[in-house]
């Protein structure tokens, strides 16, 4: 018998290959803004969605510290940007750097285990603010390619992503990427970009627990 979860995890991911086909049946391109952490977790999310969509990367990770490791993270987003031949269109929105707000919302949580309750908040931050930027440039979706990663809980994601959907009436992309070998795809595609692959998800706290 299948787990619970990995129910929900298979449900997801075939419910975002139910969408991409109604939306291969319009008459144009949609547009998605894309929330992305780092350039290898986008790598196979944009593979999978740039026949789809014209692709917008949102790049706001203020969980991301040091600030260097946040600009050589972003630096590499926008080279494997440059680099890939997608589809259809692919470009980037950069946001400014806002590391105060994280640990503002998650004050109170710095001992909470890696992969609970903080990082609940972190995933909240980053979608929000997706979902706000996407509904005022006027993009047909938003999504994020956080997914990707098995240390990131998918249920979760698109658990904050339906309700800030109905909360900004904007569609929101349900999607688990790791499934059909997604992870070992981007890992793969990191090595033929070379791209950076850090070794911690972003936060000080992750430091001393590393899940990407």
């Known amino acids: 018998m299948i787990?619970?979860?990995?129910?929900?995890?298979l449900n997801d991911y075939q419910k975002m290959e139910e969408e991409l086909k109604e939306i291969d049946s319009l008459?144009?391109?949609?547009?998605i803004l894309l929330h992305s952490c780092c350039a290898p977790c986008s790598s196979h999310v944009i593979s999978v969605l740039s026949p789809h969509?014209?692709?917008?990367?949102?790049?706001?990770?203020?969980?991301?510290?040091?600030?260097?490791?946040?600009?050589?993270r972003k630096e590499e987003e926008i080279?494997?940007?440059g680099e890939y031949p997608a589809a259809n269109r692919l470009d980037i929105m950069d946001c400014d750097y806002d590391n105060d707000t994280f640990h503002d919302r998650v004050r109170g949580l710095e001992e909470?285990?890696?992969?609970?309750?903080?990082?609940?908040?972190?995933y909240e931050l980053r979608l929000d603010m997706t979902a706000k930027t996407a509904k005022e440039h006027g993009y047909d979706y938003f999504g994020t390619t956080l997914s990707v990663s098995p240390y990131k809980?998918?249920?979760k994601l698109n658990e904050i992503g339906l309700k800030l959907s109905e909360e900004y009436d904007i569609q929101y992309l349900i999607s688990d990427f790791k499934k059909k070998n997604g992870y070992k795809h981007s890992i793969e595609l990191s090595k033929e970009y070379n791209l950076y692959r850090q070794d911690?998800?972003?936060?000080?706290?992750?430091?001393?627990?590393?899940?990407?």
């Not at 787990?3 to 995890?9: I, T, V």
């Not at 917008?56 to 969980?63: A, G, S, V």
């Open 27 to 31: 008459d144009y391109t949609p547009s």
């Open 112 to 122: 909470a285990k890696e992969g609970g309750s903080r990082c609940f908040i972190c």
């Open 200 to 212: 911690y998800c972003g936060c000080v706290f992750s430091m001393k627990s590393p899940a990407i």
């Open 3 to 9: 787990p619970e979860y990995k129910m929900k995890q």
């Open 153 to 155: 809980n998918s249920a």
């Open 79 to 81: 080279r494997f940007i």
């Open 53 to 72: 969509f014209d692709i917008t990367i949102l790049y706001y990770n203020p969980n991301i510290e040091p600030y260097e490791e946040y600009i050589k």
